[in-house]
């Protein structure tokens, strides 16, 4: 492809103003990018939590000349979607199950199990377990088609996460392990596909491209981080009196309404994402094989010591058999 694939860093006032560059343009997240701040250099890596405190500081500095941060847009609502949580003697009744799993969960479309005769997939990981995945493909045919397609002629088989990174996401479908390589089955990118209905929270199936609009091939990613990621983020960002909707928003163009900022305080994601890379699926069992990968060794660009490999895709119809 010439360009290496990712989960790209979207556009805002750190990159605008020079200060944030993407390495041999490789799209990486705002914890993995290098920062340059009044001569002093800063190389921001591997952990999300452990490392955001720093970079806080200099987000805070480019705050300062990018208007009154108390100036907020009005946003609309979440089509058909209600505000997340439950009470709290279900929360106690079901304290130790992933959120997305929990009966409150499954009455929202991302998290709802699939109608009978609707697909879904098996993503078999050598050494480490099975990821069952459902799809959209309403709301993203063509991420869904392409996938699925590609599972099917057994293009996935053999092929590695070629990138992880604990506390935010695990990468692969690139046949080539380089991050540079893998098509669609129509040979070139195809464009994105978006839905308010969607959100790269934890368990998100979503589309890598290389930090472009519609720039979609093969490569994908799941979304890791999970609650206690966002509720970090936001106790770290209280220290500078900078909210979370303000950080989504001034540090990398992500504009989010409250009640989509209560999603990700519930479920865990990555919100700086939304509406940046296609949503087309979700995790539906085996979260726990999720976190096991997410957390082996890698080096300081997320490149696994050892080789995680996807040994097939199995794709069927629900109800799993």
Known sequence: MGFRTGVRLPSGP?????????????????????????GKEYVMFKKYLGILAAGIVMVGLVFTGCGDPSEKEDNADISGSDVPGSTEDENNDQEGIEPALRDEAKKKKQFANPEEGELYAKIKIKDYGTITVKFFPQEAPLAVENFVTHAKNRYYDGVI????????????????????????????????????????????????????????????????ADAGTIEEMERLLSEYDVSFLEYAEKAYGTKLTQEQAELYKVYGGTPWLYRHHTVFGQVLDGYEVLDAVAGVKTDSEGVPAEPVIIESIEVGEWPVK
């Open 161 to 224: 996460f070629h990138r992880i990174i604990d506390d935010f996401m695990i990468q692969g479908g690139d046949p080539d392990g380089t991050g540079m390589g893998g098509e669609s089955i129509w040979g070139k990118a195809f464009e994105d596909e978006f839905s308010e209905e969607l959100h790269p929270v934890r368990g998100a199936l979503c589309m890598a491209n290389i930090g472009a609009a519609d720039t979609n091939g093969s490569q994908f990613f799941i979304v890791q």
């Open 14 to 38: 750190l990159s605008e103003r020079g200060s944030c560059y993407k390495l041999n343009f490789v799209a990486v997240p705002p914890f993995c990018c290098l920062i340059r701040n009044y």
